[in-house]
């Protein structure tokens, strides 16, 4: 398993571009399944999580290719209609292929997700939405089997607000007859991202980004044809915490700011300071950060995906921040971790409270999931000395060649292949 090695003490500069976001791309390469023909989308990143997915639509009989970016899939020739366990446990989001599969061709077997390091993660409201639709549902061995003749349109209302569930049943109900009606639905860019790329493809949708969305059915949709997918916010929203703890001045390329209000109003007020510029987003890192409280909740606020970066910056803050995860009941997995490097952080329930202490000092740790692997390398950029993260494949699931990104911004770091 590869490994990072990092020096701290640096401060970071330059500009770094932003790729395609992770959580955008994996719901527009499954609504590619429900239409026959050859799909193109582009700002593809080149993860892990993409790479799985490709796995997953080749194994349904899908042709796909990833080129620099441009994913080319041909869902003409799709004869399976399963999501496999070993595929599946890797990966969550691949649930996002159930819709889809029920909708073109009225039958899909997908193994349940399982829960991961963040959480039990369910996914009931995509199957209760489904069901509404007009789907037959029954669990099997750990698998969702699904079978519908025409799915139907339905009124539905989740009741916690889910940004995967929102996506899937959206593509369930493009294809159904009449018209569907999301209430409490998910606002994340990444869900409007969907939406524009299903309408595209000659979907009728409204009010996507709002909290009630409403989908008119229609007989067929036509091929993507190159599709551009939005900036990622969550790698944006890491390299603004990498300014802030680093007292850095970076030029993020490429990005979406108005993707992420909530995050840069709470890291403006830790005193980061935020330039439009013709290059990009000038991001300066101040002197001293100073300690500010977050609560995590549904878009547009301050996302959970960004919480764990948030806590690394606000371990050396002057003052005490407190921290509220809400979505997620288990997001506190780097907490032990910072705490190796010296940092004062107490936990009870779902809320951390995080003392700034002088400095931080390298360690090694290790890595329990995708953004705390994020959370350690904010803080092992800052800590005095060498700090090695173990484990890193949960940073590869969802950050492009961030290493590399960051070494060109002047940063002491290596990968150590394992
Ligand atoms: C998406 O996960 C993202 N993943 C997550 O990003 C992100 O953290 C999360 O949304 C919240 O913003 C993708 O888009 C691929 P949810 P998702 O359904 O859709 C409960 C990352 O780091 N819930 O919005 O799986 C659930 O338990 C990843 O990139 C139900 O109870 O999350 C949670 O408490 C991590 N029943 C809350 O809703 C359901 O049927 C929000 O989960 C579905 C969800």
Known sequence: ?????????????????????KNAALPIMTSSILASGENTITR?????????????????GARYSYNQGIVEIDTSSINKFEAPYELVKTMRASVLVLCPLVARFGRAKVSLPGGCAIGARPINLHLMGL??????????????????NRLKGASI???????????????????AKGTTILENAAREPEVIDLANCLISMGARIKGAGESVIEI?????LKPLKNYAIIPDRIETGTFMSIAGITGGDLILKDCRPEHLDAAMMKLKDTGVIFKETKRGLRVIGPQNLIAKDVKTIPYPGFPTDMQAQFMAMMTIAKGTSVIKETIFENRFMHV?????????????????????????????????????????????LRAEGETTIHRIYHLDRGYEKMDEKLKKLGADIERVKG
Do not use: W
């Open 1 to 21: 398993m590869d490994k990072l090695i990092i020096r701290g003490g640096k401060q970071l500069k330059g500009e770094v571009s932003i790729s395609g976001a």
């Open 44 to 60: 593809i990143p080149d993860l892990m999580d993409v790479r799985t997915m490709g796995r997953l639509l080749s194994n349904m």
């Open 131 to 148: 069901e509404k639709m007009g789907a037959k549902i029954r669990l099997e061995s750990g698998y969702v089997i699904a079978k519908a």
């Open 157 to 175: 209302y989740l009741d916690t607000v889910t940004v995967t569930g929102t996506e899937n049943l959206m593509m369930a109900a493009v294809l």
């Open 216 to 220: 008119e059915g229609v007989d067929e």
């Open 336 to 380: 032990a971790e910072l705490k190796r490097m010296g940092a004062d952080i107490s936990i009870d329930g779902g809320t951390a409270t995080v003392k700034g202490v002088e400095k931080l000092k390298g360690a090694p740790v290790m890595a329990t999931d995708l953004r705390a692997s994020a959370s350690l390398i904010v803080a092992a």
